[in-house]
């Protein structure tokens, strides 16, 4: 096996952490480049109904997505922590039975997501003239969930070890790919939705093949006949670990579709507005996404050589550098959000694309100003993660439905509008108070001193 990837039990912290993350980040920024770009070339060439229509099946999106990134999540940990204590034949069974429950679980996925897709949107109550589009964009996007499947595990092997890089270039290879294939398809084919949708399966399949083919060239994906047969505790411990983050990321979704769903009863110039600031959403978190990867692997792969002091350093080291670059973020947010939002609101009234625009600047300035919130989320969730802990997590997911959802539906006769924007702060905050909660009990229970890896034993 070539030497790939980086050990984080040994050198500074922060560094390790910016090191991981830096790659992260810019893969993260070029995984929201190209979704920016499907919002600009569907709303510019085809219209306010058309962004409506991706609008309206985000969240639905989102959590079919968000569930394939949980499981491959809480795969990862396990393979980090392998990996720090230099389990190398523990590490490739590992890898080959959770390449095998990846595939069991993207066929039933992409079943149950093709099935429940016509009842969603009714559930939805997605307006009747965009209704036909949401359907054919989301279809295609949901064929395409085994390739984001093993995109994902791909990359969360090589995060697991410490390489950012080939998710980066992975990622950079995507972006440029889906926007070539959006102008082409979109622009000049005059494909409508459908070819945005087709654009984003095409480029993510091109970033998995880019991940396996390091895998390969690495070795890492050098597992016998012998790995990839499941083995009944080791298929139920990376199940205990991922399912808890998919369930999380899931139950996160849900409430962001009953949102929609409130978001849907106004008008197609609010959904619209409402859709291009979510589309800024993942720019806003870009750099908290990137810290939370590497916090998760840098706490699982000092977990496997029981370096506790190096964990609560870690953690503290990065939750700084998050609020800092949070309050950067937002700072940029409130002085260009304007100038970025008008790039892909567009319509033939003028009245109605200001006033498309007015909405969507209101609730990014509110995000921007509340973003530090956001990232020490973030930040501890994944801290959490990273010492095996996903129950939690889990448990902060359903706090922000409880605050999402209750927003959406009570403070509407109170708010107006404006509460579906609050409602999403204060998910962030329920979710904050339960993580600072369960960080600081288990951080408790650990000793003052490391010890012998051979100590973790039942310990954590």
Known sequence: MQSVGKNMTRGNPLKLILALSLPLMV?????????????????????????????????????MLSIVQGLAQGFSVRMARQ???????????TIGNACTLSLLCAVLLTACAQLLTPVVL???ETPEEIVGMSLAYI??????????????????????????????????????????????????????????????????GCSALFCLRTLLRTGLLKVDREDLRPEAKLCLDLMALGAP?????????????????????????????????????GLLEIAATSF???????????????????????VGAGTAIGVVTSLVIGAAMLLFGRAILSGFITSQDPAEARQALAYAMQFLRLMSVCLPVLYVLHIIRSSLQGMGDTLFPMFSGLAELAMRVGAALILPAFLGYEAVFVGEVLAWVGADVILLARYWTRMRRFPAADRAPEALAEEI
């Open 245 to 281: 983050v998919a369930v999380q990321n899931m139950v996160i979704s849900l409430g962001g579709m009953i949102v929609q769903r409130v978001v849907n009863s106004f008008d197609v110039v609010f959904v619209a507005g409402y859709t291009a600031t979510n589309k800024l959403y």
């Open 139 to 204: 279809r295609i996007i949901f064929w395409g969930l085994p390739v984001v499947m093993a995109f994902n595990l791909f990359s969360a092997i090589l995060r697991s070890v410490g390489d950012g890089r080939t998710p980066l270039l992975a990622m950079i290879v995507a972006c440029v790919i889906n926007i070539s294939l959006d102008l082409l398809f979109v622009a000049s084919f005059d494909m409508g939705v459908e070819g945005a949708a087709i654009a984003t399966v095409i480029a993510q």
């Open 83 to 93: 990996f720090g204590a230099d389990d190398r034949s523990g590490l490739r069974r």
């Open 27 to 63: 893969a993260n920024a070029f995984q929201q480049l190209y979704t920016v770009a499907d919002t600009a070339i569907v709303g510019s060439v085809l219209g306010l109904g058309a962004l409506a229509a991706l609008g309206a099946v985000d969240w639905f999106n989102w959590m």
């Open 292 to 314: 939370g990867y590497a916090m998760t692997v840098y706490v699982s792969q000092n977990l496997g050589v029981c370096a506790y002091r190096r964990i609560r350093k870690g």
């Open 122 to 124: 009714r559930v939805l």
